[in-house]
């Protein structure tokens, strides 16, 4: 995962995305830097760069920062804990389409080679 | 002071006259003998354990000391219902100086007094709350009226007394509590006899408000333990006429101890009945025995004398947390404390938990004045269900209209409502999953009589099938957040009206469409057409399929108008018992689907509704491209898994030849094509961007 790919990741959203942030944040600072987002897509890599989990955040009350928490809740597991290292996030508009969260979730995992997973259909 | 023994252990008795006759002591023979376990010390000249029954006078004390607790405020029963207690009591002795118990439930304290009692001296339960969801139910229109199929009520709240009231005739209750007594004892019968009953079952003093033909309307039931007690009675075995009243005798009612024997006799009858089956077993169960018969009958016997008596905990008083509500709240204190107890065999299901539940919310909303008197005699399900649904201009022969008004009133989400809800689950705030196995419950008693019929070739009944595909969400948000309610639409003219009114405004939120919607998901789940998501749907659609939840569903066809037409269709088919009918993919009309392949109304239901919600795809040829390179991310992620497969079974059993080539040839050929040509369309990696 480069600032490169990120950036053609990111376009998939097309004129939901908020803002490019084409850099990773460390695992270690979440919190330190609160950002304004509700809904987002996160790219998880390991300490090699390679991307081991994609996922969404869409959280049902009205708190910012909402990757951040969706983070925290993955990483009360152990072998989540022990393998990621930092996370790309790719933030959007509050009234961005269920179903396009959710597309782009998916085409972003097919893309990287990610296994889907806990889809409803398969 | 209890000696406890193993029940295959030799008695042997040591006097002088034992030693010397053969015949007292049992002898090695083919039979096995029981052992009469003795609950106290005392022994007659014999040295033999006999089972006393106590004189009248004996229990006077306890009385008195229960009168005085009844005066601190503890107590909390008649002059007659303290007596029947104390001269039911083994030892009333042990009454005077026994402390009573409390026991917390949800709105208040219950009193209890820990003692052991005379067996015949106390009954089972007329009803028995973990059988409600096996229960046949006025509620269904097919169901016949005849005692035998006629669920007696929960009792209630006895006024001003700690004590339940069953209400009913005569015969009702007679029935209800031999039916009961057999139930249990076929279901969960207990090894009493050779030992005696070590847990105590918990009573509570019962009146019955039914014809005055019977002699007492007052007697201990059993709460909890049931079983333990129904036991107890089949070992009572047969007993002589002689010591039946003569009435019985007459009637030719004087073999079996039974629950109906014991209601018909008065308090006086039973305790004399009490005191001469004692002294007759006490008798017969140390005789001599010369052969293997004569041992037989004196095991019965022993082990009659060994259910004679049975330890109990007998609840004396209810405080309520508010006092102004008197006793009023004895009978739901009584069913928590019952829920509580689960440790017995038999523990609630589901289903039994959420229908006390269910209609504890629906007398809580009665009180409060926000059903009818007809309403509740609707949802409750139990007795006048038809008259009721007539008053209340609903076809009564029609289960899916019930099924809708009960869907209905435990849908209205305002606070008046929501409260009594709330109370009963224990929660401070309602979701809408705490309410989908109370409207399943009571739905389903007008479906219990049809559904249990019809009996399926497997071992789960038709009615546990449909109520396990109900435990998948039947309700969805609308049914909450939007004004609804139920109609008479009892024709196929009125279905279609209702169906052409619901296609007309945006569906989701238009009365009428939720109307249709509850009505076709009740034909369709309980036909058995619409199933809760599962693994094969996929196999039998050939494609992705939506595997949300019954509500969801249902939800998902009001958008479409064929969806609106399918759920009428439904619902006139379900009630003419034919095969329902699904969209045929070519045709585009309906056609019948034959009842043995039900699930692909399922699988082709759930797929329609997968093609039609799955995000478009965009049509411009950057969409197009999109789109196809997804699926073949797809595919070949699939490959891979495919590839780990092969390569865990070739490690899980030890395979290490290498594959021939015939095999793999082709295949490495196509991958390192698809590679070859993916790289030929695509840029280099992102560090060698072009210019």
């Known amino acids: 995962m480069t600032a490169f790919s990120y950036r053609h990741y990111a376009g998939f959203a097309e004129q939901w995305l908020l803002e490019e942030r084409p850099h990773p944040i460390l695992i270690g600072s979440l919190g330190i830097h609160p950002s304004e987002e509700r809904k987002a897509i996160y790219i998880v890599v390991n300490s090699r760069g390679e991307c081991c989990y994609v996922g969404q955040t869409r959280p049902r009350s009205r708190w910012s920062n909402a990757a951040a928490a969706r983070l925290r809740q993955h990483l009360a597991e152990p072998s989540k804990r022990a393998e990621w290292a930092s996370y790309w996030v790719i933030p959007l508009h509050e009234d961005t389409p269920n179903d396009v969260l959710n597309q782009l979730e998916r085409r972003i995992c097919l893309r990287l080679q990610i296994p889907l997973r806990h889809r409803r259909s398969r | ?691």
């Open chain 2, 1 to 691: 002071m209890v000696v406890q023994m193993t029940p295959l252990m030799r008695v042997i008795t040591i006097t002088r006259d034992n030693l010397m006759s053969a015949s007292s002591a049992p002898v090695s023979g083919s039979v096995d003998d029981v052992v009469v376990i003795p609950l106290d010390a005392s022994r007659d000249s014999d040295d033999h354990w006999i089972l006393k029954v106590p004189p009248q006078n004996a229990a006077d004390r306890a009385i008195a000391r229960l009168k005085a607790l009844r005066d601190e405020g503890v107590v909390c029963l008649g002059d007659d219902a303290i007596e029947n207690l104390c001269r039911a009591a083994v030892e009333p002795s042990e009454i005077v100086t026994a402390k009573l118990a409390r026991h917390r439930v949800e709105n208040g304290w219950l009193y209890t007094l820990s003692t052991r009692v005379f067996t015949p001296m106390v009954n089972v339960a007329y009803t028995n709350d973990r059988t409600l969801e096996d229960a046949t139910y006025d509620a269904d229109p097919t169901s016949s009226t005849n005692a035998a199929s006629t669920q007696l009520a929960l009792p209630t709240s006895g006024g001003t007394e700690s004590v339940l009231q069953y209400s009913g005739t005569e015969q009702l209750l007679l029935t209800a509590a031999d039916r009961n007594a057999k139930l249990v004892l076929t279901q969960n019968g207990q090894n009493v006899g050779e030992r005696i009953v070590e847990r105590p079952i918990t009573l509570v003093v019962t009146r019955r408000d039914g014809d005055r033909t019977m002699e007492n309307g007052l007697e201990l039931t059993a709460v909890d333990g049931n079983s333990r007690l129904s036991s107890a009675f089949d070992q009572l075995g047969v007993l002589p006429a002689s010591i039946f009243p003569a009435r019985f005798r007459e009637a030719g009612r004087h073999a079996r101890v039974q629950p109906s024997t014991l209601m018909g006799m008065s308090a006086l009858e039973r305790r004399k009945f009490t005191r001469d089956a004692a002294k007759l077993l006490s008798a017969e169960a140390w005789a001599a025995a010369a052969n293997d018969r004569q041992r037989e009958h004196r095991n019965a016997r022993v082990r009659a004398m060994n259910s004679m008596t049975v330890p109990a905990e007998i609840i004396v008083g209810f405080i309520d947390d508010d006092r102004a509500h008197g006793q009023r709240r004895f009978d739901s204190a009584v069913r928590a404390l019952l829920m509580r107890m689960n440790v017995s065999v038999r523990p609630f299901g589901e289903g039994s938990r959420n229908a006390v539940v269910a209609e504890e919310v629906v007398s809580a909303l009665f009180d409060a004045s926000l059903i009818t008197a007809e309403g509740k005699d609707i949802l409750i399900g139990r007795k006048n269900v038809a008259a009721a649904m007539t008053s209340s201009h609903l076809n009564p022969t029609l289960p899916d209209l019930r099924a809708a008004f009960v869907t209905r009133q435990l849908t209205h989400n305002d606070r008046a409502h929501n409260a009594p809800i709330r109370q009963k689950l224990g929660k401070s705030s309602l979701v809408i999953a705490d309410r989908h196995g109370l409207v399943t419950e009571l739905a389903l008693r007008g479906y219990t009589t049809k559904l249990r019929d019809a009996t399926s070739t497997n071992a789960t009944s038709r009615l546990d099938q449909v109520r396990n595909a109900f435990r998948s969400a039947p309700l969805w948000q609308e049914l909450l957040t939007e004004n609804w309610d139920v109609r008479n639409v009892d024709t196929d003219d009125a279905i279609d009206a209702l169906a052409a009114s619901a296609a007309a405004d945006g569906p989701e939120s238009n009365s009428d469409a939720l109307l249709l919607g509850v009505l076709g998901l009740f034909a369709m789940t309980t036909t058995g057409y619409l199933l809760a998501p599962g693994g094969s749907s996929e196999a039998v659609a050939k494609g992705k399929v939506d595997r949300g939840a019954l509500g969801s569903i249902v939800r998902g066809m009001l958008r479409h108008h064929w969806g609106i037409e399918l759920l009428a269709d439904a619902v006139k088919r379900s009630r003419a018992d034919l095969p329902l009918r699904m969209w045929d993919e070519e045709t585009e009309e309906l056609l019948e689907v034959p009842v043995k392949d039900k699930a692909k109304f399922n699988a082709f239901l759930r797929r329609r509704l997968w093609q039609e919600d799955s995000p478009e795809v965009v049509e411009t040829p950057d969409g197009l491209q999109k789109s196809a390179l997804d699926q073949l991310c797809e595919s070949v992620a699939s490959a891979r898994n495919s590839m780990q497969v092969l390569l865990d079974v070739r490690k899980e059993h030890g395979l290490t030849e290498r594959l021939p080539y015939a095999d793999v040839a082709a295949t490495l050929q196509t991958l390192s094509r698809v590679r070859d040509v993916l790289v030929t369309v695509s840029l280099p990696s992102d560090d060698q961007v072009a210019l």
